[in-house]
């Protein structure tokens, strides 16, 4: 007979669970493996909460077993180390992202692109080396083989720190591969969400002419004011949209929403590249003729290997880029998720797990 969750491991833990597709979180007894020899135990202090999250929670991409414990933003302690460990110490800062395992032996490792292992596993919702389910963020505690460790720099905040684990590297990671790193180059940013904004901030790092593409005319002032966008293009009005026509380099298209691309794609230069960061939950239409006579392209990017992920930390402390959250309490989940579902959040909702999770 199958052991429950909170006797398959000997260490107890505790967090919040989905376990329908209501997606309603709820206190959630469990347990973790005890820390073994290259593994990293860490007391968790906060939780970013990502829209992928509440996809998970609601089983909108059909593929969640319940119950579900969400989150792969966590920045925590180090309170325990294994025999083997030496990147780490106890009392250490450290973070996980949305992955706590691959591998470790295939081409896609050996490159340092754990992300794209056959075989890597999510911080939750998917199945671990031993076999049992992990589990995520938005609980106590969190054990971790090392090498999906990372060292959080000094001067990055815990809280508003903590959404660069994922909306940081997904953004970080295709501006590095698509070569959107040369000054000077114009890059337009679709949607000024979670993504987006962090978007922004690490394209005018890298010295970027940076445009902000939405359908909002009120998040103008926000996008040049407060995140420093160059300019703001209001989607929905045929005249600035046509004006911008083949002005851009690269876009960056952080929506989830179902939406046209070929507007965008004729905001290209020729050789302009279009990178799809967001997940639809249907198919996107692709018009060629615009590839073909602009010889453009179209790709995507998921997160990024431990080494980039370091590296994107670590360039975000040296230019101090942050995310915008919101601090929760974990009480206040729910109303958060349904709020996020709206894009009532600017721009990210971040748990204060360390001081406000208690067992019930």
């Not at 998970?56 to 460990?85: D, L, M, Q, S």
Request: aromatic share 8%.
């Amino acid at each position: 007979m199958a052991k429950s969750p909170e006797e398959e491991h000997p260490q107890k833990a505790f967090g919040w669970a989905a376990k329908d597709t209501s997606g309603i979180l709820s206190p959630f007894h469990f347990s973790r493996r005890e820390n073994g020899v290259e593994d990293v135990t860490v007391k968790i202090l906060y939780c970013g909460v990502c829209h992928s999250d509440l996809h998970a929670c609601r089983n909108e991409w059909g593929f969640v077993r319940y119950p579900v414990v969400p989150g792969h933003e966590i920045v925590g302690t180090v309170t325990k180390i294994g025999n083997n460990v030496k990147k780490f110490k106890v009392g250490d800062r450290v973070g996980v992202g949305v992955m706590v395992g691959s591998c470790k032996s295939c081409e896609y490792c050996n490159q340092d692109l754990e992300n794209y292992c056959p075989k890597m596993i999510f911080t939750y919702n998917s199945i671990d080396h031993d076999g049992t389910r992990t589990y995520g963020g938005y609980s106590d505690m969190i054990v971790v083989n090392q090498h999906f460790v990372l060292h959080f720099p000094d001067n990055l905040p815990s809280d508003a720190g903590a959404p660069l684990l994922c909306a940081g590297i997904t953004v970080y990671s295709p501006m590095k591969y698509y070569g959107m790193t040369e000054p000077g180059k114009h890059l337009g940013i679709v949607g000024l969400g979670g993504l987006g904004h962090v978007a922004v901030r690490i394209g005018k790092a890298f010295g970027l002419r940076v445009t902000v593409i939405s359908s909002s005319p009120r998040k103008e002032s926000e996008a040049l004011n407060r995140l420093g966008a160059d300019a703001f293009l209001v989607s929905s009005d045929p005249g600035k949209m046509k004006a911008a026509i083949g002005s851009m380099d690269f876009i960056i298209d952080t929506v989830s929403a179902v939406h046209a691309l070929a507007p965008l794609l004729s905001l290209l230069k020729p050789n302009g590249k279009l990178i799809t960061l967001g997940l639809p939950d249907k198919p996107l239409e692709l018009p060629i003729f615009p590839l073909v006579l602009g010889r453009k392209l179209v790709g995507g990017s998921d997160i990024g290997g431990i080494k980039e992920t370091q590296e994107m930390l670590d360039f975000c402390a040296k230019h101090n880029i942050t995310a915008d959250v919101e601090v929760i309490r974990i009480d206040e989940i729910n109303t958060a998720m349904e709020r996020l579902g709206k894009s009532d959040v600017r721009y990210r909702f971040v748990i204060d797990v360390g001081n406000s999770l208690s067992q019930l």
